[in-house]
């Protein structure tokens, strides 16, 4: 099984730039503040929920297919539905935007069930300094490719983490897939 499968163009530039102006068409939300949690400590970024905006079904049919193709040949893990909001995050230099190291599986009816995540880089590399995404599947260390539309697809258990932002902005998308416990 591979960890971590690359996507070098999952979406265009032109689709990346719309993915975001969806995303801005209203105020994002600190993360740090959502679903009750005050953990600013553990990420520091602004968030959009796609579902929540009008006109953004295709991005979840591309997804759907990226992920169907990518799971057929290199996971084959046991998957029932895209059951959360593609997810979009904004890491912002003003205040280090971040995500410490983590797992995306978590406790909750949904969080505990993600079995893949992907993750979409939106802004283009010279947008932003820092705001490196980095995943550790073994004793090894990747960093992902920084080219505006490309993605990782990795099982939703593998350590990975968001170094701070130093200058500029930069978008991220992500979206977990879910099903039945690993065994
Ligand atoms: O922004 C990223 O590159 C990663 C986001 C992430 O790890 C998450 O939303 O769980
Ligand atoms: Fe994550």
């Given at each position: 099984m591979l960890s971590v499968h690359a996507f070098e163009?999952?979406?265009s530039p032109a689709e990346c730039d719309a993915i975001v102006a969806l995303a801005r068409q209203e105020e994002l939300a600190d993360a740090g503040l959502v679903k009750n949690r005050s953990d600013h400590g553990l990420r520091r970024a602004d968030l959009a929920w796609?579902?929540?905006?009008?006109?953004?079904g295709w991005i979840m049919e591309r997804i759907m297919r990226l992920v169907a193709e990518a799971n057929r040949s290199h996971f084959d893990f046991a998957l029932t539905e895209f059951g959360e909001s593609p997810q979009v995050a904004r890491y912002g230099a003003e205040r280090a935007g971040h995500f410490a190291?983590?797992?995306?599986?978590?406790?909750?009816a949904l969080a505990s069930r993600r079995k893949l995540t992907l993750v979409v880089?939106?802004?283009?590399?010279?947008?932003?300094?820092g705001g490196a995404l980095e995943l550790q599947p073994d004793s090894h260390i990747r960093t992902a490719d920084r080219a505006r539309g490309s993605a990782v697809l990795f099982p939703s258990f593998v350590l990975h983490r968001v170094t701070p932002v130093t200058a500029g902005e930069r978008f991220s998308l992500s979206t977990w897939v879910h099903g039945p416990a690993f065994r």
């Amino acid at each position: 099984m591979l960890s971590v499968h690359a996507f070098e163009a999952a979406f265009s530039p032109a689709e990346c730039d719309a993915i975001v102006a969806l995303a801005r068409q209203e105020e994002l939300a600190d993360a740090g503040l959502v679903k009750n949690r005050s953990d600013h400590g553990l990420r520091r970024a602004d968030l959009a929920w796609l579902d929540e905006r009008e006109g953004g079904g295709w991005i979840m049919e591309r997804i759907m297919r990226l992920v169907a193709e990518a799971n057929r040949s290199h996971f084959d893990f046991a998957l029932t539905e895209f059951g959360e909001s593609p997810q979009v995050a904004r890491y912002g230099a003003e205040r280090a935007g971040h995500f410490a190291w983590h797992s995306d599986i978590g406790e909750g009816a949904l969080a505990s069930r993600r079995k893949l995540t992907l993750v979409v880089q939106l802004s283009d590399p010279s947008d932003y300094e820092g705001g490196a995404l980095e995943l550790q599947p073994d004793s090894h260390i990747r960093t992902a490719d920084r080219a505006r539309g490309s993605a990782v697809l990795f099982p939703s258990f593998v350590l990975h983490r968001v170094t701070p932002v130093t200058a500029g902005e930069r978008f991220s998308l992500s979206t977990w897939v879910h099903g039945p416990a690993f065994r």
